[in-house]
């Protein structure tokens, strides 16, 4: 079974940079899409951005100007640099593949943005 493994997260400055990165165990066909999410501490997880595989992409208002996603479809994997990082960034990301018949989650990666 495919699986996704993150990584690049830990703790950082309010001000300072992340790049997070996901890469699959094997390969996923017919994808269509590949995208990060976070859920912060007692809150429900939401999306951050996404890239399809025409590379079209899409960003939560709170992270426009700031975040930048780029994806390498053929590799199935997905990568987010995170800059201008906030407090309110921190959260645990996620990140997800989707193909046309499956749904691919990972395990996440923690990212800490201390004031």
């Known amino acids: 079974q495919v699986q996704l493994v993150e990584s690049g997260g830990g703790l950082v400055q309010a001000g300072g940079s992340l790049r997070l990165s996901c890469a699959s165990s094997?390969?996923?066909?017919?994808?269509?899409?590949m995208g990060w999410y976070r859920q912060a501490p007692g809150k429900q997880r939401e999306l951050v951005a996404t890239?399809?595989?025409?590379?079209?992409?899409h960003y939560a208002d709170s992270v426009k100007g700031r975040f930048t996603i780029s994806g390498e479809s053929a590799k199935n994997l997905v990568s987010l640099q995170m800059d201008s990082l906030k407090p309110e960034d921190t959260g645990v990301y996620y990140c997800?593949?989707?193909?046309?018949?499956?749904?691919?989650w990972g395990k996440g990666t923690l990212v800490t943005v201390s004031s």
């Open positions: 997800n593949v989707q193909s046309s018949f499956t749904n691919y």
């Open positions: 094997g390969s996923i066909f017919m994808l269509n899409a």
């Open positions: 890239i399809t595989s025409g590379g079209s992409t």
